[in-house]
């Protein structure tokens, strides 16, 4: 996992009114998560979004990417400027960095995962579940299936970790398969919010709330065919004048 945290957002130079301007991004990079060994800190320049020259701690001097940014490189490493730049690492990035992510990105939170059906096997076709993890942080987690204990390999196809937009990442995983008798289908998921795998297990069999649909659907029918007879025996009788 990378672990960026921007320093300075940017400062803008308007040079004139035909739109030419300057800024610079400053940046603290980290990928040595917890221990923030390899810090390292960059100062970027562009001029209309072209990268023009950049300070690069691990380098310690500045470099030039176009003609005029090699001209301005060279001035600033012979300058007070780039000792200033040195000691940005130690003074800002090694002192903040670690109390950023101490406050925020060693946080976690567990996926809410949902496993189910999205295609029924008939007809020759195979059937499709589907495994999700929503609402997770951070975005690193591993989604997979078993068959019957072992690792499935072929005929997944599975998402990235999707931002929803709030520091909270989704992803997804479909699996097509012909049901097999006696068979156990499982979707596991592997993250930081976890202490071990959690191993989910498919069940073929109809939830409660299904059941209950066809419950609810069969006993309609029944009440149905009853209300029906009843109405076709009153019919009956008022035309052969019994009532």
Known sequence: MLLILQLLLALTLTIRTGGYYLFWVDECISSSLPDLTDVEY???????????????STVG????????????????NNSSYVKTMRTVLDEYCKQNLPLFYSSVLDKTVKPTVQLRSEQQAGGGHPAM???????????????????DGEKVTTDVISTEEMADGDWYYQIHSHLEHMPTSGEK??????HASFKEPFI???????????????????????????LSAGGFIYYKKKSSGIL
Request: aromatic letters at 20%.
């Open 129 to 147: 579940l589907m495994c999700s993890a929503y609402d997770f942080y951070p975005p690193a987690i591993d989604v997979y299936w078993l068959r």
């Open 185 to 190: 289908i499982s979707c596991v998921v592997e």
């Open 61 to 76: 001097k500045f470099v030039g990417f176009t003609g005029f940014g090699l001209h301005a490189a060279e001035k600033w």
């Open 42 to 56: 960059l100062r970027t320049y562009y001029f209309n979004k072209d990268l023009w020259v950049q300070f690069n």
């Open 200 to 226: 989910y297990d498919w069940d073929p069999s109809l939830p409660e709330s299904e059941r209950n649909k066809i419950a609810f659907g069969a006993s309609g029918l029944v009440l149905g065919i009853i």
